[in-house]
């Protein structure tokens, strides 16, 4: 679609607008920042270059969290038509209200990135995200019906029959978490059909991270273009970044959204390329507006323009959360380069856990729990343990820590419907 192809300055003066009137808003309407512009005694009349912007203070988690239920509307309940809300796994959800004028934009927001990722009016979309106050299955439901794709809004759960309707509808597009694909492709064996038999087409693919190794899983098991796209419920839901069919990075609906990477240690605002916390203005929000919201995910603004011609700028991978990092004996890890590391055995599925073992707030022990494949699976106990030992050695040099590492049998680990939960946290 033609924003996505505007010129740079055509971006500049779009964001100039749009940054002002968020402002504006946020200013006159939200009795939140009303009250921080007034603490902080900034005046929204004088924010007028990305550089003043600067000044404008972050929002976070639990500054939504506080705000629970309504604290964050910036317009009379009556105009708010839909509330979504996530979860997170500790405290109160963070609540997000639309008005009329925010869910079109969001729907075509999410049909912008269903078509970069080469969705058409001619397809046939299953939706196997969960319909709720998660932002998943509606998001993409009206996304793609405003690009006119056929949508089957089958939600998640309930995989046999799941499967038998992507069949009988000639479904070729999968919406899902690139770990619930995973688990149909392995249903679908265990059923006694071949996934590529199934013709899917396309895979849109989000709400948790899509290593490499998994990607490649999905599409070798399916047969299917993986596409990958982000979002979160405090700015709006999906719809904020996806990939176009180069899969290199994800373009981010710049005249929408306003990126900006920052140092999460000190808050200073990095240049494209550098890697750091993914900060988010959504630029016409009216219902439930946010300045400067730091999304806890960490990745870079990729340099450079795409060879699909777009001309938005990418967002890379998300490399880990800010609060997913694991601070153990004194080393920062991130789940991501375990992942990595567990993904260079051929002996062992795209499935893990990561076990903490906590002891007064801190982390004491950590276990890997990988997944063998059935080809990886065999009853030797000493080629088990010259495995295990090869996991715990690269785990070691990539990490400079050696976690213990427990092989699980095959399809031992809990699968989900939805986001793959990797860590669990004991007592010690
Ligand atoms: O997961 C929105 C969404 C739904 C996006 C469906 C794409 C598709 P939340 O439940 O609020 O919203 O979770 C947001 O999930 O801050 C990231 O940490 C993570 N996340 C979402 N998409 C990706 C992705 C939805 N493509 C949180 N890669 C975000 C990595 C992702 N992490």
Known sequence: MQNDFFSTEEFSARQKTGLRRAINHAAQNSPFYRRLFDEKSLNPDQIETPDDFANVPFTTKSDLRQAYPYGMAAVPLDKILRIHASSGTTGKPIVAGYTRADLECWAEGVARICEMAGVTSKDIAQISFGYGLFTGGFGLHYGLEWLGTTVVPFSSGNTERQLALMQDFQTNVLVSTPSFAIYMAEAARELGYNPRDFGLKIGLFGGEPCSDAMREDIE??????????????????????????????????EDIYYPEIIDPENGRVLADGETGELVLTPMFKEGFPVLRYRTGDITRLIPGPCPCGRTTRRMDYITGRSDDMIIIKGVNIFPSQIEEVLAGFPEVSPHYRLVLKKDKGFIKDLEVQVELTPEGFTDSFQELEALDGRIRQRLRSTLSLGPRVKLMEPK??????????????EQA
């Open 220 to 253: 070798n098991q399916w047969g299917l273009k993986a596409t990958v796209n982000y979002g979160l419920t405090e700015v709006v839901g999906p719809g904020i970044s996806g990939e176009c069919l180069k899969t290199r990075g994800m373009h981010i609906l």
């Open 412 to 425: 031992s680990l809990e699968r989900t419907t939805g986001k793959a939960k990797r860590i669990v946290e």
